[in-house]
């Protein structure tokens, strides 16, 4: 959407006139590094040219105005920033924008007037690929914009990720919002979620393409789903505390972990841990693949995260494994996971060139034959952090 279509989809909603802001802010995805964020673990994700795009306008009054042109039959939401600026589960996707609202607010940045938004997005709806935190950042990113609060993006990455917390409920980390934030173009993010500190790398994908392919599957129980396994972590993380002085499963090495698992009193809390320390390992020694340009390592890596994912985490199911075991099939993938939460959501591949349109084409149809519904495919690019259009 160019920025000119986007005005003119603001005015056709809300009428023209003053001053707009435009932005843009991306979806992610997560290359390696999965369910280690809340753990002290490392991740390894990019921000992709897909994402959501915002306009909006200040008001005279209190009344803040949401139009989705994803969710048209919604037509405009109300909120207002006197009287309805609390989690209103009535009020739909708009709780994303609205908890950016709140959570300004909470620190010390109260909006002193309402506003017009109009927010169109071209990421899959409910794909993984972070619409909500795309929503959140650019949310932060507008309201920067309108009333000159001046938050730099790794800040806003914070409140947004405070936001999901506090006022929508998700207990999630770090990893997408960051992403989010602090993308750049043909760069991947290796970020330490304990320290923050993080650095790109550059991805020089020669001769092949990240592919995504997303199950289309309804993510019902996902939000409990997640906030179970963060729990079974932590107390995991309690036991062997008992004996080791440390802050986080991200500290542990495997063979420190193996040494000391018998701390853990049940072996289903045994297997989720061991995912959260292996899988940290596993992206650390997966950066340092790609570094010295050994990406079918990299590929291989990619695989036996999706193995622990299933195995000992049991966050795929059998649509998401569907789609990693049979592109393991294809001649050409070097490599493919589950990405995101899971439980539905999506699948990354890298494919080399020549290969995409058979790899496409042949999960795709193993894909519907044993699931019953098709899959759905996209060739992303990698892009940068939210910004102003
Ligand atoms: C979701 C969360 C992230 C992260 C991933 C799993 O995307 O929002 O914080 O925990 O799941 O890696």
């Not at 809340?38 to 200040?58: D, E, M, Q, W």
């Not at 709780?95 to 309402?114: I, L, R």
């Not at 289903?268 to 959260?276: G, P």
């Amino acid at each position: 959407m160019t920025k000119e279509e986007l005005l003119r989809e603001f005015e056709k909603t809300y009428g023209a006139g003053g001053e707009i802001a435009t932005v843009f802010s991306p979806g992610r995805v997560n290359l390696i590094g999965e369910h280690t964020d809340y753990n002290g673990g490392h991740v390894f994700p990019c921000a992709l040219t897909i994402g959501t795009y915002f306009a909006a306008r200040k008001r005279t009054d209190t009344k803040v105005h949401f139009y989705s042109g994803n969710f048209p039959r919604q037509g405009v939401v109300e909120r207002d920033i006197a009287a309805d600026l609390e989690f209103n589960r009535r009020k739909g996707f708009s709780n994303y924008p609205m908890g950016m609202v709140w959570t300004y607010g909470k620190h010390g940045m109260k909006a002193d007037c309402g506003f017009d938004v109009y927010i169109w997005g071209n990421i899959p709806n409910s794909s993984g690929l972070s619409s909500s935190a795309s929503i959140e950042l650019g949310m932060g990113k507008i309201l920067n914009e309108l009333f000159r609060f001046d938050v730099p993006n790794l800040q806003i990455a914070l409140y947004g990720q405070y936001s999901e917390n506090n006022y929508n409920g998700v207990n999630c980390g770090i990893m997408d919002q960051f992403a989010i934030a602090m993308g750049k173009k043909d760069c991947a993010m290796f970020l330490d979620t304990a320290t923050l500190q993080y650095e790109y790398a550059p991805i020089e994908l020669q001769g092949m393409k990240i592919v995504i392919s997303c199950t289309n599957k309804k993510r019902g129980l996902a939000d409990s789903k997640y906030n179970e396994r963060r729990a079974e972590c932590e107390e995991a993380l309690s036991e062997l505390q008992a004996k080791l002085p440390i802050k986080a499963l991200g500290e542990l090495t495997e063979e420190e972990f193996e040494a000391n698992k018998d701390l853990i009193k049940d072996p289903v809390r045994i297997r989720r841990a061991r995912h959260a320390v292996c899988e940290n390992r596993r992206t650390i020694a997966a950066v340092e693949l790609l570094k010295a340009g050994d990406i079918a390592g990299f590929g291989k890596l990619m695989n036996a995260s999706h193995i622990s994912l299933r195995d000992d985490y049991e966050v795929t199911g059998i649509e998401l494994d569907t789609l990693a075991e049979e592109s393991w099939k294809i001649e050409g993938c070097i490599g493919a996971r589950m990405t995101g939460a899971g439980f539905g959501g999506c699948a990354v591949a890298i494919v080399k060139d020549e290969a995409v349109e058979q790899y496409i084409e042949t999960v795709g149809r193993k894909y519907k034959e044993k699931i019953g519904y098709a899959a759905d495919f996209y060739v992303v690019e990698i892009g940068d952090g939210t910004y102003v259009i």
